[in-house]
């Protein structure tokens, strides 16, 4: 059985940085586009990054551009997600998700076969 777990969420300073982790078992990761999403309370679901599965290739949101890495360990089957100079603004929870049909990068939430059960990050003084 196909499944993702994300971790690493937690409370953080302005400024401050995180690591979220996406683990995956029952598949593997290396050969399907991941992406992370966010969802603030009262907001959609919304693209951070992705990295395909074809070439590896990334996609950032402008929001979060510069500030946020996404990056794959094959070994661990595991994709991070490193946050740097978190704002108040990327206070929402982080999903990570699997687009086992794409080959490219993938920024439709809707297209997304398999998610994991969010992590919150709070960004706050």
């Known amino acids: 059985q196909a499944q993702l777990a994300e971790s690493g969420g937690g409370l953080v300073q302005p400024g401050g940085s995180l690591r979220l982790s996406c683990a995956g078992s029952g598949f593997t990761l290396e050969y399907n586009t991941i992406g992370w999403f966010r969802q603030a309370p009262g907001k959609e679901r919304e693209v951070v990054a992705c990295?395909?599965?074809?070439?590896?290739?990334?996609y950032y949101a402008d929001s979060v551009k510069g500030r946020f890495t996404i990056s794959r360990d094959n070994a661990k089957n595991t994709v991070y997600l490193q946050m740097n100079r978190l704002k108040p603004e990327d206070t929402a929870v982080y999903y990570c998700?699997?687009?086992?049909?794409?080959?490219?990068?993938?920024?439709?939430?809707?297209?997304?076969?398999?998610w994991g059960q969010g992590t919150q990050v709070t960004v706050s003084s």
């Open positions: 998700g699997a687009d086992i049909e794409a080959m490219g990068v993938s920024i439709i939430s809707n297209e997304y076969t398999y």
């Open positions: 990295i395909s599965s074809s070439d590896s290739s990334t």
